[in-house]
Structure formats: structure tokens, C-alpha cells
């Protein structure tokens, strides 16, 4: 009789604990929703607590487990690491920064904004994880799917990983070479043209030529 009795209370004491996390999961999305009708949806927020962890959370349960655990094909050297640099500055630097701490235009405007890549939030996961991200994207964020499913990509994806591991000892000379690869936009590129013809003469000669009246005069006959 006591075993039937214990048995009852712990299947009372389960239930009333299942109970208890859907009324809280219940309690905290009304208050989700009631936080969005107040504030909105605006990007220029600062991700909450609750959401960063859901995020992180999610993150990690989108990650397939045998993805978790690859380890690093490429040899570590002085010539991946440059490979992943290149690509960094050429495809990444525009949202992370040269320097991964996303202090950029793009990347404090996103949201999640992107993160400081140096830190133990990004470095402290494996290197199979880093690949999965950048190959496969996240959703429902700024980061998309880079990587295409060919042998070439995945290496490169590789070096990548190489040099997000790099980013927290990235030097001052290292920074100074990455600008000097960084995309520029069209109108990036015409705003320097214009610097460089207005330094050079260029535009002031060329102005002239346009605009200056004719000194020749006929001769009469």
C-alpha cells in the first residue's frame, strides 16, 4: 500500500512539475509578445538576455552532431593562415571588421548585431561548429550560407576557421594589410577618384579645358 501511495505522489509531484514549465513557458511568451507590442521590432534594440541564450541555444540544436565534432582538415601555416585572412578581409570584414569585433556599419545595425568574434563566446567553440556556421549560415540572423558543397570551398572554409582562432592575436600590420584588400562600393570608388584627380590637378585641368572661352581670334582676310 505505501509503495501504491509513493508512487502516486511522485507521479503528482512529475505531473505538477510538467504543469508548472508550460505555465511558464505559456507566462513568458504573453510577456514576449506584450514586450514586442510595446516596443516593436526595431533593429536598433539590443537582443535581450532570454534571447541571446535562446539564440546561443538554438544555435546549437541547428548544428548537426557530427558536424560538432570534425576536426580541422588543413594544416595549420603561415600560408593558410594568409588564405583565411584574404578571403576575411574580402568577404567577412564588411560585417565583422578586420579585427572580428563587428564594429562596423553593417554590424551595428544588424540583430543580433555581429558579434566580437575574439571573444570566448565564438572562440570557445569547436572547430567543426565554426565550420558549419560559415558554411551553412543561421537563420533568422545576418549570417548567410557562404560555403558551396564542392572540396575547393570547404578548404577554404577551413582556413577561415584557421584565422577566426587568429583574430584575437591580429596585428596592427596584419589590420593595415587587410584594408588594403577590403571591398570598396561604386560610390566608394568615385568619392576616391575625385580625391585623387582634385590632388593630382586632374579635375581642375579638365574643368578648365571645358569651360574656359576660346583666346583665338581670326585673322581677317
Known amino acids: ?18 504543469l508548472g514549465l508550460l505555465l511558464l513557458l505559456v507566462i513568458s511568451a ?9 516596443h516593436g521590432v526595431s533593429a536598433r534594440d539590443q537582443p535581450t538576455a532570454v534571447e541571446a541564450l ?17 576536426v580541422n582538415p588543413v594544416p595549420f601555416n603561415e600560408a593558410a593562415l594568409e588564405g583565411g585572412r584574404m578571403h576575411w578581409a574580402d568577404h567577412c570584414a564588411l560585417c565583422h571588421g578586420n579585427d572580428g569585433k563587428g564594429n562596423t556599419e553593417i554590424g551595428r545595425n544588424l ?10 563566446v ?8 565554426l565550420f558549419s556556421i560559415i558554411k551553412n549560415g543561421v537563420r533568422l540572423t545576418g549570417m548567410p550560407a ?16 584557421h584565422f577566426i582562432r ?22 566608394k570608388q568615385r568619392e576616391t577618384k575625385a580625391e585623387d584627380d582634385f590632388l593630382n590637378g586632374t579635375d581642375a585641368l ?4 571645358e569651360s574656359a572661352p576660346s583666346t583665338h581670334r581670326k585673322e581677317p582676310r
Open 122 to 129: 565564438t572562440q570557445n567553440l569547436s572547430d567543426g561548429e
Open 166 to 187: 587568429h583574430l584575437p592575436r591580429t596585428t596592427a600590420d596584419e589590420l593595415d594589410h587587410m584594408r588594403s584588400m577590403n571591398p570598396t562600393s561604386p560610390m
Open 146 to 161: 557562404w560555403g558551396a558543397s564542392s572540396h575547393a570551398e570547404d578548404d577554404q572554409t577551413w582556413k577561415l576557421v
Open 54 to 70: 535562446l539564440a546561443r541555444s538554438l544555435r546549437h540544436a541547428a548544428i548537426p552532431r557530427s558536424d560538432r565534432a570534425l
Open 30 to 38: 504573453v510577456s514576449f509578445i506584450a514586450w514586442i507590442i510595446v
Open 111 to 120: 540583430f543580433p548585431k555581429a558579434p566580437d568574434m575574439t571573444t570566448s
Open 1 to 18: 500500500m505505501d509503495l501504491v501511495m509513493n508512487r502516486g505522489r511522485a507521479f503528482m509531484r512529475r505531473h505538477a512539475e510538467v
Open 206 to 209: 579638365s574643368s578648365a579645358g
